[in-house]
């Protein structure tokens, strides 16, 4: 059972600038030009956006406690720990999602006013974080992937926060909210945060960070880059470090039709967290930390520029608890039309590029599987497991209870996540109030195991009871009367 440590806030703070100072030592050594890493692999992911969001966090405080202009002066004053502690609410209350052991953070980048469809999401990342350990999970999503927006219909899934925020134009967070729904839809996994940031706001951190230096791994042009007179704008990239101003890093992150192979969501999904990863090393750097102008000046942009329903509290405790987190090892799954990928390109009738699950138009099944493992070693072999190991698992189901239909109908379930059910029959005992499920094998994968004791909220018995006979299967599932709807 999770326990929650209710947080020392002076503490929280004292340790984020000691935690920040040696972690900015890390990152210089470990991103030298001296060496040579493999950036982006399935499972094992640069680790940088739970970092970039708690720094951003702490800026945001930085803007909330100090009141003068003169914050050279304030932070010469120690009482500024003191009003962060007063203002920040009892450290004893929990975060959403932290009883589940599972907070879900949306991420959202959108063009803002001074752009043209400034609304649309360009960025959309679901960050998992598990805060009994630490361990960290994200999830890319396209902004061409078609799914149903509550209360428009099928459209492309970047459009949601659009339409929320133009169907209740007095509600700031109107849009957010639809694109957490949104996405809460396609993954079944409840968003409880999410933080949303403008291209002018991200051009105008990295600016003030000096600019950012980033090791580009090949050459590439992007003859279709969109300019702000609604044609192109050719930008071109050379290979190795280099030092990107904002903007030039907006167009890093924003390139979807480059050149040698930086043409696909993948790869510009990859640079989004390449771009992540150089701003934590500008922003954890002490020249950053000790340089209080500097700070104001943060402060003011994510004050204009960034919106989160997250309040001060909230983001002290997700700092507490995200120092628990590996941060050499935080898995990723960019959704993807890639070889192995869960995604398929289409058109729709007027010809514009679409993304639909591979499976069919409406079956976000796998979507959803992986999204459930995000926060396993790597999920996609949850997906892999669901083609190749589960196919061949053999999975017997009984109605445990006098209801018709059950067992059949939670068969229909597992089908559609691609479990191979060889029995359905009734229990022996019919007076089962709680759905069982009993391992009989070594050959069901522990992802596997979790999916199904999380989709049928099932309990998992020690061993079988004397009343019933061994069955040929990996696995016996008896359905109780807490699956009728």
């Known amino acids: 059972m999770y326990k929650r440590k209710q947080i020392d806030f002076l503490r929280t703070t004292r340790d984020f600038v000691e935690d920040a100072a040696e972690e900015s030592e890390k990152v210089i050594q470990e991103f030298s030009p001296k060496q040579k890493k493999k950036f982006f692999t399935w499972g094992k992911i640069a680790p940088t956006a739970i970092t970039f969001i708690l720094l951003l966090g702490l800026v945001y405080t930085t803007r909330a406690v100090i009141s003068s202009n003169d914050l050279a002066h304030q932070l010469g004053n120690a009482s500024v720990f003191e009003q962060i502690k007063h203002l920040a609410v009892s450290g004893d209350k929990p975060l959403l999602g932290e009883d589940q052991e599972r907070i879900n953070i949306l991420l959202l980048g959108i063009g803002g006013e001074e752009h043209d469809?400034?609304?649309?999401?360009d960025t959309i990342i679901v960050a998992s974080i598990n805060p009994l350990n630490g361990e960290t999970g994200l999830l890319?999503?396209?902004?061409?992937?078609?799914?149903?927006?509550?209360?428009v219909g099928w459209q492309k899934i970047n459009s949601a926060n659009a339409y929320g925020a133009a169907m209740n134009?007095?509600?700031?967070?109107?849009?957010?909210?639809?694109s957490k729904k949104t996405v809460s839809a396609i993954t079944s996994l409840s968003m409880h945060y999410y933080i949303k940031l403008d291209f002018e706001?991200?051009?105008?951190?990295v600016d003030a960070l000096g600019g950012i230096r980033v090791d580009i791994p090949s050459e590439f042009t992007d003859y279709q880059y969109p300019d702000d007179s609604f044609g192109y704008e050719p930008v071109h990239f050379d290979s190795g470090w280099q030092n990107l101003k904002g903007n030039e890093a907006l167009k890093y992150v924003r390139s979807r039709h480059g050149t040698d192979g930086e043409g696909t969501d993948f790869a510009r999904a990859r640079r989004q967290q390449q771009i992540l990863q150089a701003l934590q090393a500008r922003t954890l750097a002490l020249s950053t930390l000790i340089n209080p102008n500097k700070l104001l000046s943060l402060s003011d942009i994510i004050g204009e520029h960034v919106e989160t329903d997250m309040k001060l509290w909230q983001?002290?405790?997700l700092y507490e608890i995200a120092k628990k987190a590996d941060k050499q090892n935080i898995?990723?799954?960019?959704?993807?039309?890639?070889?192995?990928?869960l995604l398929i390109a289409?058109?729709?009738e007027e010809g514009s590029y679409l993304l639909r699950p591979r499976l069919a138009s409406t079956d976000f099944s796998e979507i959803k599987k992986v999204a459930r493992n995000l926060l396993y070693q790597d999920p996609m072999l949850s997906v892999v497991s669901a083609s190749d190991i589960a196919e061949g698992l053999k999975i017997v189901i009984h109605n445990g209870t006098l209801s018709e239909g059950l067992a059949a109908n939670t068969a229909l379930e597992l089908e559609k996540l691609s479990y191979n059910i060889t029995q359905i029959a009734n229990s022996p005992m019919r007076d089962y109030e709680k759905t069982v499920i009993y391992k009989l094998s070594d050959q069901v994968p522990a992802s596997d195991m979790q999916l199904i004791i999380e989709t049928l909220n099932a309990n998992v018995a020690p061993s079988l009871p004397n009343f019933i006979t061994?069955?040929?299967?990996?696995?016996l599932i008896i359905v109780g009367s807490d699956s009728v709807s």
């Open 169 to 178: 134009p007095d509600e700031i967070r109107a849009g957010a909210d639809l």
């Open 331 to 341: 898995t990723q799954v960019v959704l993807s039309t890639e070889q192995g990928g």
């Open 346 to 348: 289409d058109t729709n």
């Open 201 to 205: 706001g991200f051009v105008k951190i």
């Open 140 to 151: 890319s999503i396209p902004r061409d992937l078609v799914a149903p927006i509550p209360g």
């Open 315 to 317: 983001l002290f405790r």
């Open 117 to 121: 469809g400034g609304q649309l999401t």
């Open 470 to 475: 061994v069955p040929d299967a990996d696995m």
